[in-house]
């Protein structure tokens, strides 16, 4: 008579491992996880101050006293448009919202016109092409690049 064999079918580790991972990270999650505070997390990053600029933009309320006037103007590019208005980048910031970036004056209706943009600040206005620097303390033009 043959020698009947018994086969015992080995269990897979995989399972069993990926199960107590499972249990052993809900458990870390449900102990340290109830007790964050949800306003921490809003100034993650952030320092008071910074916090405040962020929190101001987003209402709408800015403070003039972040605004400084600008000692030199850059003119990073613009865009003219046949219809809406024409958008200026100065000193990376754009003019979508109003044509004065800290303290500096576009006028839009010189916007393209020779390739060159008309800035004022203060008294004293220039026309200067994207990619150049104003010095507006010298009067003069540079090339950026």
């Excluded at 449900?30 to 921490?40: F, I, R, S």
């Excluded at 044509?99 to 390739?115: L, P, W």
Aim: charged share 25%; aromatic share 6%; with cysteine.
């Amino acid at each position: 008579m043959p020698a009947s064999k018994n086969r015992v079918k080995k269990m897979s580790s995989k399972p069993v491992i990926s199960g107590l991972l499972f249990v052993c990270c809900s458990v870390a999650l449900t102990v340290y996880g109830a007790d964050y505070d949800a306003e921490l997390l809003n100034k993650l990053f952030t320092d008071k101050n910074q916090r405040a600029q962020i929190d101001a933009s987003r209402s709408g309320k800015t403070s003039t006293a972040g605004t400084k006037k600008s000692s030199n103007v850059n003119v990073s590019g613009y865009v003219t448009r046949s219809e809406g208005k024409s958008v200026v980048w100065l000193n990376n910031k754009n003019t979508l919202k109003r044509s004065t970036v800290a303290g500096a004056r576009v006028h839009q209706s010189s916007i393209g016109k020779n390739k060159k943009v008309t800035v004022t600040v203060g008294n004293k206005t220039t026309r200067i092409k994207p990619g150049e620097t104003w010095s507006v303390s010298s009067g003069k033009v540079k090339d950026s690049y």
